[in-house]
T-cell receptor, first 111, second 113 residues
């Protein structure tokens, strides 16, 4: 069964460092997303990506965040200068015309 | 001590009983809804979806009911098993306002053996 894969599963970084989280969406999907979930809280939308550009972004997705689809398979989320409050689970998701499928997440810990 | 994070609604059921998890959605223009199950430390897992042209949809051991009049969604799990213990989220999508899905707060289901 096709699935969304994410790497790394866990990353620990120092405040102010750059982090790149990687995702391989399901191959024939058209829409790609990043969500985050702070421990114990609900899943929050960050950004959606369609046709090689950002289609929507939330107020959380400020200038410190960027997304890229560098080739035909990977979809990355970059945080330029991490803050303590960026510590969370980051989920990549992809969608064809219906269901939204999530990866297992990347846990980011900022010290 | 200081409380951090949201206090999820909780539901405890005996193994073998039926569970009903409720969700109130916010956007009357939403026309596609998904229920997700999230186990600790894992990503949301698709359970069942429903479009607004339906009011009921059944899967294996699960049924989703949609009441558009009161903007309410429910997930019924038949013969609940210990493996059903998880947090359950509903998510809504309104295409006219974008492609993103908005998630509810979630309900923590505990199945008592």
């Amino acid at each position: 069964e096709p699935e969304v894969t994410q790497t790394p599963s866990h990353q620990v970084t120092q405040m102010g460092q750059e982090v790149i989280l990687r995702c391989v969406p399901i191959s024939n999907h058209l829409y790609f997303y990043w969500y985050r979930q702070i421990l114990g809280q609900k899943v929050e939308f960050l950004v959606s990506f369609y046709n090689n550009e950002i289609s929507e972004k939330s107020e959380i997705f400020d200038d410190q965040f960027s997304v890229e689809r560098p080739d035909g398979s990977n979809f990355t989320l970059k945080i330029r200068s991490t803050k303590l409050e960026d510590s969370a689970m980051y989920f990549c998701a992809s969608r064809g015309y219906g269901e939204l499928f999530f990866g297992e997440g990347s846990r980011l810990t900022v010290l | 001590g200081e409380s951090v994070g949201l206090h999820l609604p909780t539901l405890s059921v005996q193994e073998g009983d039926n569970s009903i998890i409720n969700c109130a959605y916010s956007n009357s223009a939403s026309d596609y809804f998904i229920w997700y199950k999230q186990e600790s430390g894992k990503g949301p897992q698709f359970i069942i979806d429903i479009r607004s042209n339906m009011d009921k949809r059944q899967g294996q051991r699960v049924t989703v009911l949609l009441n558009k009049t009161v903007k309410h969604l429910s997930l019924q799990i038949a013969a609940t098993q210990p493996g059903d213990s998880a947090v359950y989220f509903c998510a809504e999508n309104a295409p006219l306002t974008g492609n993103q899905f908005y998630f509810g707060t979630g309900t923590s289901l505990t199945v008592i053996p």
